[in-house]
């Protein structure tokens, strides 16, 4: 699948929706989606006529199931081809989600089903998660011997109360959108069918604001999280690439798709 096809991006009036489109393969991060998520993100940053983004994932079954597993499991260069290994090349990879993140237009996760370890990242820059009832979320890295490394250490324990936040990095236990709503990792859960017009319905609402107060107001609620979150990112980039997890990764991922 070519780059460009690997997330799409359709400009609605004043509203952007990014999708992570691999259907086929529960639109699981590969480096085409990557790339595409950075692409994305910078052409919304430059589009003045963008107001608020929707992020979501193509088809019924995912949001997004996570790192695509026979990416790690082939090792090689991974996304940066271009980049050292270890930590340059892990920080890269999770600043493409900070973009989210820092955009000055709200971004709302429209999440479709599974949304598992870097897919949750993903959903965690996000300013509002609006969540599908058959949603399933985790974090498994831990099963897989290896720290979740894209930034949940840092952003999870902001959103959730830390002993939630704890329990789902140190187990890999998975939840459903109920349980998701409860703890507050989700603002809205509702059927299906109805989650993206949902949040078309919000994003509506916000894109008929006056845009630099939108904006504004964002980055003034966002600036309690952001302004230590640098240190915290780059702290745990430290302690997963110093573990030498990744090649552990790579030999779980293996034996995992062995099973399947």
């Known amino acids: 699948m070519a780059e460009s096809d690997a997330v799409l991006v359709e400009i609605e009036e004043t509203i952007a929706t990014v999708t992570i489109n691999r259907p086929e393969a529960r639109n699981a991060l590969n480096r085409d ?29 995912a949001f997004s199931a996570g790192i695509d597993l026979k990416m790690v499991a082939g090792g090689g260069a991974g996304v940066f081809p271009n980049y050292r290994g ?13 973009m989210y ?28 998660r609006l969540a599908a009832d058959t949603s399933i979320f985790g974090l498994p890295e831990i099963q897989f011997g290896v720290i979740p490394d894209l930034g949940s250490a840092q952003r999870l324990p902001r959103i959730v109360p830390p002993g939630y936040a704890k329990e ?28 993206k017009a949902e949040a078309r319905k919000l994003a509506e609402e916000i894109a008929k604001l006056q845009p630099r107060i939108v904006q504004g107001a964002k980055r003034a609620a966002n600036l309690w999280m952001n302004m230590p979150l640098d240190s915290g990112l780059r702290t745990e980039t430290d302690i997963c690439t110093g573990s030498g997890s990744g090649g552990s990764f790579g030999e779980q991922a293996r034996e995992f798709l062995k099973k399947e």
Do not use: W
């Open 33 to 61: 989606v990557f790339l595409g998520l950075q692409q994305a993100a910078q052409s919304l940053k430059e589009n003045p006529e963008v107001r608020v983004a929707i992020l979501t994932g193509a088809g019924e079954k």
């Open 86 to 98: 270890g930590y340059d090349s892990l920080f890269a990879m999770k600043s493409i989600f900070t």
């Open 101 to 128: 993140e820092d955009l000055a237009i709200p971004v709302i996760a429209a999440i479709n089903g599974y949304c598992l370890g870097a897919a949750f990242e993903l959903s965690l820059c996000c300013d509002m």
């Open 168 to 195: 789902l990095i140190l187990t890999g236990r998975r939840i459903d959108a109920a349980e998701a709503l409860r703890i507050g990792l989700v603002d809205h859960v509702y059927p299906l069918d109805q989650v």
